[in-house]
């Protein structure tokens, strides 16, 4: 018996990049791969890379389960809401429901895509030390968590939600974790990261590149196509049956290491300095100067409250997990990021729809 799987997201950068690597990625033998699409237009897109279209509302728990249940789909990567758990409950009771069906046959396994911030200053995680991916207690250290930022309470028992109803509902869960992710997507949809598009966007709005913290507080970065062979490789294993780690150990850090922000904040600057986007090189800090985190929280369409938030923090979560248990090592080293930021700044300021 074959696994069918569901990918959500595939018109975005992550999500687009995944779909397009699976056709040559080798991978174990499966029956269908599906894609939840929108529109007639991602419909056609979809079906180049060997996916069959979709189309349903995630907000409607029938016809989640009708969806699944008729199409037998036994994994899902879900890549649409790392803020909230207000639909992963939806796919969780379907995939039971599938596991029923089949007997038992299979194990149901449902993937959700969170964020880096999750792990971070910003949401009361550790930051004193390395935060590894395989801590035994990472599921108690999210549960303890008290983030600054209120905004992120959600996203952490959003975390913790899908581990908990996964487990009761004898699904295997699998929290996947993007940083910094940098680099064109292969996709169909959009080809630009968020986070580095942010700066690009605070900066053209306040005409400089402003850090927001204080001192060299450092962060994980991955390049899209290693985030991509993490997803890709975590696939392998569950189509393979190597008994990935899952639930309260199944935390999946994308990162081949940590830059600073300093650091990142420079070499753009210098790109966007010279395409004329600023009017200084040099970085300074701009915490606490209200109408300057105005201006680049205008820039990026959010309050000058939430401006650290977007362009800064500290996190020293750490990545073990992916290259222990699954053999992934990333192509691109930490520093890459800085060294190809003038070609980031360019790629960014091409695909800009603002």
Same mark, same amino acid.
């Given at each position: 018996?074959s696994?069918?799987?569901?990918?959500?997201?595939v *018109?975005?950068?992550?999500g687009?990049?995944?779909?397009?690597a699976?056709?040559?990625?080798n991978l174990?033998?499966?029956?269908?791969?599906f894609?939840?699409?929108?529109t007639?237009s991602?419909?056609? *897109?979809?079906?180049k890379?060997?996916?069959?279209?979709?189309r349903?509302?995630?907000?409607?728990? &029938?016809a989640?389960?009708?969806a @699944?249940v008729?199409?037998?789909?036994?994994?899902?990567?879900?890549l649409?809401?790392?803020l909230r758990?207000?639909?992963?409950?939806?796919?969780i009771?379907?995939?039971?429901?599938v596991?029923a069906? @089949?007997g038992?046959?299979l194990d149901v396994? &449902?993937?959700?895509t969170?964020?880096?911030?999750?792990?971070s *200053?910003h949401?009361?995680?550790?930051?004193?030390?390395?935060?590894l991916?395989?801590?035994p207690?990472l599921?108690?250290?999210q549960?303890a968590?008290?983030?600054?930022?209120a905004?992120?309470?959600?996203?952490i028992d959003?975390?913790n939600s899908?581990?908990?109803?996964?487990?009761?509902?004898g699904?295997?869960s699998?929290?996947f974790?993007?940083?910094?992710v940098?680099?064109k997507?292969?996709?169909?949809g959009?080809?630009?990261?968020?986070?580095?598009v942010?700066?690009v966007?605070a900066a053209?709005?306040?005409?400089r590149?402003?850090?927001?913290d204080?001192?060299?507080?450092?962060?994980?970065?991955?390049?899209v196509?290693d985030n991509?062979? @993490?997803y890709?490789?975590?696939?392998?294993?569950i189509?393979?049956g190597?008994g990935v780690?899952?639930?309260?150990?199944?935390?999946?850090?994308?990162?081949s290491?940590?830059v600073?922000w300093e650091?990142?904040?420079q070499?753009?600057a210098?790109?966007l300095?010279?395409?004329?986007l600023?009017d200084?090189?040099?970085?300074?800090?701009a915490?606490?100067d209200?109408g300057?985190?105005?201006?680049?929280g205008e820039?990026?369409?959010?309050?000058p409250e939430l401006?650290?938030?977007?362009?800064g923090?500290k996190c020293? &979560?750490?990545?073990?997990?992916?290259?222990? *248990? @699954?053999g992934?090592?990333p192509?691109?080293?930490?520093?890459?990021?800085l060294e190809t930021?003038?070609?980031?700044?360019?790629l960014?300021?091409?695909?800009?729809k603002?």
């Amino acid at each position: 018996m074959s696994h069918n799987i569901l990918l959500t997201g595939v *018109s975005g950068y992550l999500g687009g990049s995944l779909l397009a690597a699976l056709p040559r990625a080798n991978l174990p033998a499966y029956k269908n791969l599906f894609a939840l699409v929108r529109t007639d237009s991602q419909a056609a *897109s979809v079906q180049k890379y060997g996916a069959q279209a979709l189309r349903f509302d995630v907000k409607d728990a &029938f016809a989640v389960r009708q969806a @699944l249940v008729t199409n037998e789909i036994t994994i899902v990567f879900f890549l649409i809401d790392a803020l909230r758990a207000e639909t992963q409950g939806h796919f969780i009771s379907a995939l039971a429901e599938v596991k029923a069906k @089949l007997g038992g046959k299979l194990d149901v396994h &449902f993937l959700h895509t969170s964020g880096a911030k999750i792990f971070s *200053s910003h949401a009361g995680a550790p930051t004193h030390e390395p935060l590894l991916d395989t801590d035994p207690e990472l599921y108690r250290v999210q549960k303890a968590q008290k983030p600054p930022v209120a905004l992120i309470q959600s996203a952490i028992d959003a975390n913790n939600s899908v581990i908990e109803q996964a487990e009761a509902a004898g699904v295997k869960s699998y929290i996947f974790v993007p940083c910094i992710v940098y680099g064109k997507g292969d996709g169909f949809g959009n080809p630009i990261s968020i986070q580095t598009v942010a700066i690009v966007k605070a900066a053209r709005a306040a005409r400089r590149v402003y850090a927001v913290d204080e001192g060299r507080p450092s962060w994980p970065v991955c390049h899209v196509s290693d985030n991509t062979s @993490l997803y890709v490789e975590l696939l392998r294993g569950i189509l393979g049956g190597k008994g990935v780690g899952s639930g309260k150990e199944g935390y999946y850090l994308a990162s081949s290491g940590g830059v600073a922000w300093e650091d990142l904040y420079q070499a753009m600057a210098r790109r966007l300095k010279e395409r004329g986007l600023v009017d200084e090189e040099e970085v300074v800090v701009a915490k606490g100067d209200e109408g300057v985190l105005k201006k680049m929280g205008e820039g990026m369409g959010c309050g000058p409250e939430l401006v650290g938030l977007m362009l800064g923090g500290k996190c020293t &979560f750490t990545p073990r997990h992916g290259e222990e *248990s @699954l053999g992934w090592k990333p192509q691109f080293k930490p520093e890459h990021i800085l060294e190809t930021a003038a070609e980031e700044v360019d790629l960014i300021l091409e695909n800009l729809k603002d």
